[in-house]
């Protein structure tokens, strides 16, 4: 006998994909997530063009972090030509990032994952429950949204990135205003915690080897060796030569693994169970008090993860602005040069690495662009198989919950409109 469980939508997730979950003998045998949404190209169309335009043509590729592309470019082509961009720049460039962080993770935590645990459907069926949670979730994001515009020009698809600098740098007097309301948001983000904190988790603890960016002084966000939790230290040029992007028949994303064939886990719990110790004292108290020690491996606790990551980011951020003193220029002449560069930030769902090859004009002969839900896949897929497992004798729909909670642990990319999944779950 067989028996076919089927989701006809999913949600709060980028892009159109499909599960297939086959049980033999009470035993799932297999989980496959499909993804047959037709590839975007960015990096065909990136060949022959000047270097300047990657990072603008790059934040094209998502509407939630498109700060992430930019900063990987960037970082990536000032390698390629040989820059050394001042600390003060990087210090801007981290401000910017941490404005991403603080609306991607309001995003996920209030409107995306929260429903999930608190038994709705979306985050209009909470809302008419608990209005005051999902303004209080807007306001946390529209702190980030502000801090993003007031560096990179405007909310969505930032124009003042450039390779070298920036285009115009903001005057003390335009930042500090956002210091207080982001000491504000701090307060809410640590409310957060406890609110998330609260809700029910599963008993689930996956051995993942965990991949995400180490800084000697900081939690990591535009910069850092990239490190794992089975001892890796690299620097960007070098990570290629310990992963691979594969084709699988079953979907159009490609999927990333250790070159030994291993998955790996990349995002919010690899960055945090790698850099505890790099947390605000704040911070840490707070995942502390949430029930978390310095490792996490549940991932349906990423929510408070994600939680503590906004708590650390506001913190954050108004430090960089408290400390910023305007740079005497704003950019780095960049004349072009044939090279190769990489370039590897913490996007809000992990690691997104960048390459690039130029010739002597600074024309692009080759790009690569690896972001993180197509790293973490296949740990996507064990997952799901490691739920569905433990959750088999419960009912179809609550069945389906779980799996489709499984999934948004991961906040998978997300863009403007509503997309699907088709859930199969196959038994004799």
Not at 54 to 62: E, L, N, S
Not at 216 to 221: A, G, I, S, T, V
Not at 375 to 388: C, H, K, R, Y
Request: charged share 25%.
């Amino acid at each position: 006998m067989k028996k076919i469980i089927k989701v006809a939508e999913l949600a709060r997730v980028e892009g159109e994909g499909g599960l297939a979950i086959t049980v033999v003998d009470g035993r799932v045998t297999e989980a496959r997530l499909n993804i047959f949404e037709s590839p975007r190209f960015f990096e065909a169309f990136l060949r022959g063009r000047y270097f300047s335009e990657a990072p603008d043509i790059t934040a094209r590729i998502c509407g939630i972090c498109p700060v992430a592309y930019q900063m990987s470019s960037v970082s990536a082509m000032e390698t390629a030509l040989g820059l050394q961009v001042p600390p003060a720049v990087w210090d801007l460039r981290r401000l910017l990032y941490c404005g991403e962080w603080i609306e991607s993770h309001a995003l996920h935590v209030y409107m995306l994952h929260a429903p999930d645990f608190l038994g709705y459907s979306d985050s209009l069926a909470l809302a008419r429950d608990y209005p005051e949670v999902v303004q209080q979730g807007l306001a946390l994001k529209k702190t980030g949204n502000d801090l993003v515009a007031a560096l990179g020009g405007r909310e969505i698809h930032p124009i003042n990135t450039r390779v070298g600098g920036f285009y115009r740098l903001p005057r003390r007097e335009e930042l500090i205003p956002l210091a207080d309301r982001l000491k504000a948001a701090a307060d809410v983000a640590a409310a957060t915690v406890k609110w998330v904190a609260a809700f029910d988790f599963p008993s689930v603890e996956r051995p993942y080897e965990f991949v995400a960016l180490r800084h000697p002084e900081r939690y990591p966000l535009e910069s850092g060796r990239l490190a794992s939790s089975t001892g890796l230290d690299l620097a960007p040029q070098e990570y290629e030569a310990h992963f691979v992007e594969e084709h699988v028949r079953h979907s159009n994303a490609l999927h990333s693994r250790r070159r030994n064939g291993g998955a790996y886990l990349t995002g919010p719990l690899a960055r945090y169970s790698l850099n505890f110790d790099h947390l605000s004292p704040r911070a840490q108290e707070a995942a502390r008090e949430a029930g978390l020690g310095p490792v996490c491996r549940n991932p349906f606790q990423s929510i408070i993860v994600r939680a503590v990551e906004t708590l650390y980011a506001c913190e954050e951020a108004a430090r960089l602005i408290e400390a910023y003193h305007r740079p005497t220029a704003s950019c780095l002449e960049t004349p072009p040069r044939a090279g190769t560069g990489w370039g590897i930030t913490e996007a809000p769902r992990g690691i997104l690495y960048h390459r690039y090859r130029l010739d002597d004009h600074g024309l692009i002969q080759e790009a690569a662009i690896i972001p993180p839900t197509s790293q973490n896949q296949p740990s996507i897929e064990a997952d799901l198989g490691e739920v569905a497992s433990r959750y088999l004798e419960l009912p179809e729909a609550d069945l389906t919950w779980r799996c489709e909670q499984t999934i948004r642990n991961y906040d998978p990319c997300i863009s403007c409109a509503t997309h699907f999944l088709r859930l199969t779950v196959t038994r004799p």
